[in-house]
């Protein structure tokens, strides 16, 4: 909380992580000499939390039960950190720190939760509840005893998992304190949702056409993932159906990652010599993939106008009466 994240954006950013970045984390873990300890959280939400719904247990020595707890009393802004140090640590830890509280007094063989209170769920964990490694846990090439552990930057998301967790880290030496304070970590990405439609509403046409073409577009793409949808033949229509006055056979889109080139679906007409009136074809767009919405066009209206006219059978009845003879 006394200095804000430093955000390092990559290409690593279009990670599609969005659904990481919602909860706080453990985002640094100083167990140095003597009382050079402290313990930091991150918000890596976009907007700022009231830390009073949080807690960190502390379990010693292979204990299931909590043997000391700290209830932060902070706003913490989107993108920052909260401290807590050692009340008898070293200047460097002291100065960053946002509360002095003996939640730090551990040893390498303590186990440290986030949880969050209402409602009640772990968000992170550092060594494993109900476990004495003895003098620590291994984390990388060092330990949860002697060495300072960074979150690493493509963390975006605690892990109660501690075989997981574990893994998560960068190791420095021993009271190592230039990282403490702020945290660097990939930038997450809000989800991106294409929105597909037909490019109008309707199409008019004859008989005497033989096909109908129907463009589809895409906007917003997502730039990793390919995204697709069904374009299919709504019976709401008032043509007779497929294969009379026309033939069509449901067609699935797919744009490539990063395309919004417009595609395109064809309808045959059928010329079927009988005079009657115009016919509409319903197509709907459906099941869309990779978070896509339908836009204001998620229908299109093909209208078929009818070529054929009436003939008559000279001397019949109906057909003088048809005349107004």
């Given at each position: 909380m006394k200095h804000l994240i430093l955000f390092t954006l990559t290409l690593l950013g279009f990670n599609l992580a969005q659904a990481q970045c919602d909860q706080l984390f453990f985002s640094e873990y100083l167990e140095g000499a003597s009382n050079n300890k402290a313990i930091e959280i991150y918000n890596p939400t976009a907007a700022a939390i009231n830390l009073n719904n949080y807690v960190i247990y502390r379990y010693n020595n292979g204990s299931v039960t909590p043997t000391d707890s700290l209830f932060p009393q902070d706003i913490l802004a989107a993108g920052d950190v909260w401290v807590a140090g050692n009340p008898s640590a070293i200047p460097a830890i002291l100065s960053v720190s946002d509360t002095l509280h003996t939640i730090t007094f551990f040893n390498g063989d303590d186990a440290l939760t986030l949880f969050q209170i209402n409602p009640r769920v772990q968000l992170d964990a550092i060594g494993l509840v109900g476990n004495d490694p003895g003098v620590n846990w291994p984390v990388?090439?060092?330990?949860?005893?002697?060495?300072?552990?960074?979150?690493?930057?493509?963390?975006?998301?605690?892990?109660?998992?501690?075989?997981?967790?574990?893994?998560?880290?960068?190791?420095?030496?021993?009271?190592?304190?230039t990282y403490l304070g702020s945290h660097t970590m990939t930038p997450c990405v809000a989800p991106i949702f294409p929105v597909i439609q037909f490019a109008n509403s309707s199409t008019l046409t004859t008989e005497a056409a033989t096909t109908v073409t129907i463009t589809v577009s895409i906007s917003n793409v997502n730039p990793l993932t390919a995204t697709s949808v069904d374009v299919v033949a709504n019976l709401g229509g008032t043509a007779t159906g497929g294969g009379v006055d026309y033939t069509y056979a449901t067609t699935t889109l797919t744009w490539p990652a990063n395309d919004s080139t417009p595609q395109t679906?064809?309808?045959?007409?059928?010329?079927?010599?009988?005079?009657?009136?115009?016919?509409?074809?319903?197509?709907?767009?459906?099941?869309?993939?990779?978070?896509?919405?339908?836009?204001?066009?998620?229908?299109?209206?093909?209208?078929?106008?009818?070529?054929?006219?009436?003939?008559?059978?000279?001397?019949?009845?109906?057909d003088v009466d048809?005349?107004?003879?």
């Open positions: 990388g090439t060092g330990a949860t005893s002697e060495f300072t552990l960074v979150r690493q930057v493509g963390v975006q998301a605690g892990n109660t998992n501690w075989a997981v967790g574990a893994t998560q880290y960068d190791v420095y030496p021993q009271n190592t304190t679906v064809t309808m045959s007409i059928v010329d079927d010599g009988l005079f009657e009136q115009s016919e509409t074809v319903i197509l709907d767009l459906q099941n869309a993939t990779n978070n896509a919405t339908l836009g204001g066009n998620a229908s299109h209206t093909v209208t078929i106008q009818d070529n054929d006219f009436p003939t008559y059978t000279i001397g019949a009845v109906n048809s005349l107004g003879v």
